[in-house]
């Protein structure tokens, strides 16, 4: 299905807009393990959830003149580009009830994901698996729409599998810094998947007793409060000792899911010293980042 929208004719009643976040969930896809694994995951998101599955691919377009052989290329990478998407998506519908729509274009992934990133509800992108070189030459997409998106982003490694999501609770990082949308977040997803949440704060190992204890009443009021909204997911708090990313990637290995914050920061304090950027790279369990505003 094309991204058009279906409107109803005249002797069509007006139906309600279903009580469901706007947006699709957008996955960006290409011919990696890494992304069809993200595929999946962003498939599970949209059947549970009642959005929109889009499914994004963006090819490159040869440089040159547009002569007879010059089209000839063209047609061919967008034959390739469309066959790619289109197997994928029949691949996805045998177990998603979601709506799937696909959209391609002859570009580079990071502007053309930027765009539809701006009305998505959602990012889902495989982890990043590229080489020193690659990320110099040509950057990392899950790093820059984990930077920038205005919604949550997940980074999924190529590791997931779906039977994993049932076996243990979502994990969210709650400290001082870590913004305040992560245990809302992880109560929802952990009320999708039907388990439970561990929030966490990391202090270090040298921090007096008394201060522990400021930070075990701190998490237990931020879990108070999140709770208020939404009571039916049971909310366990843990004081880690050591350093928020490291404590944050052990933890993933027995997760069902990450969650953490993206501060707003600029400078040397940017998003290349931020503990989402840290966890990104090595995570073991889909890691969700939501903005801080």
Wanted: with cysteine; hydrophobic share 45%.
């Amino acid at each position: 299905m094309t991204m058009q929208e279906r409107l109803p004719g005249p002797d069509e009643p007006q139906r309600a807009a279903p009580e469901t976040p706007a947006g699709p969930i957008l996955v960006g896809v290409d011919d990696s393990p890494e992304a069809r694994t993200a595929a999946a995951y962003a498939a599970g998101l949209a059947g549970s959830s009642g959005r929109t599955l889009l499914l994004a691919h963006a090819y490159p377009k040869p440089k040159g003149p547009m002569d007879l052989a010059g089209r000839g290329i063209v047609g061919h990478l967008e034959a390739a580009a469309r066959d790619l998407v289109d197997r994928l998506a029949a691949e996805l519908r045998q177990t998603c009830s979601a709506q799937i729509e696909t959209v391609i274009a002859a570009e580079k992934p990071v502007p053309f994901l930027d765009r539809l990133a701006g009305r998505a509800s959602m990012v889902v992108v495989g982890q990043d698996t590229a080489t020193l070189f690659d990320r110099m030459m040509f950057g990392s997409v899950a790093a820059h729409l984990a930077e920038t998106a205005r919604c949550p982003v997940v980074i999924v490694p190529e590791s997931w599998a779906p039977s994993s999501l049932t076996e243990h609770r979502v994990v969210a990082l709650s400290g001082e810094h870590s913004g305040q949308a992560t245990l809302p977040t992880a109560i929802a997803e952990a009320r999708r998947l039907g388990t439970g949440v561990l929030a966490v704060d990391v202090v270090h190992h040298a921090i007096p007793y008394a201060e522990v204890e400021q930070h075990e009443l701190a998490l237990a009021a931020r879990v108070a409060e999140a709770q208020q909204v939404d009571p039916g997911v049971t909310v366990e708090t843990c004081i880690l000792h050591g350093h928020p990313d490291n404590e944050l990637v052990l933890e993933s290995a027995i997760a069902a899911a990450a969650v953490v914050g993206r501060p707003h920061r600029h400078g040397a304090t940017g998003w290349k010293r931020s503990i989402a950027h840290a966890v990104a790279k090595r995570t073991h369990c889909p890691l969700i980042i939501v903005p801080a505003d």
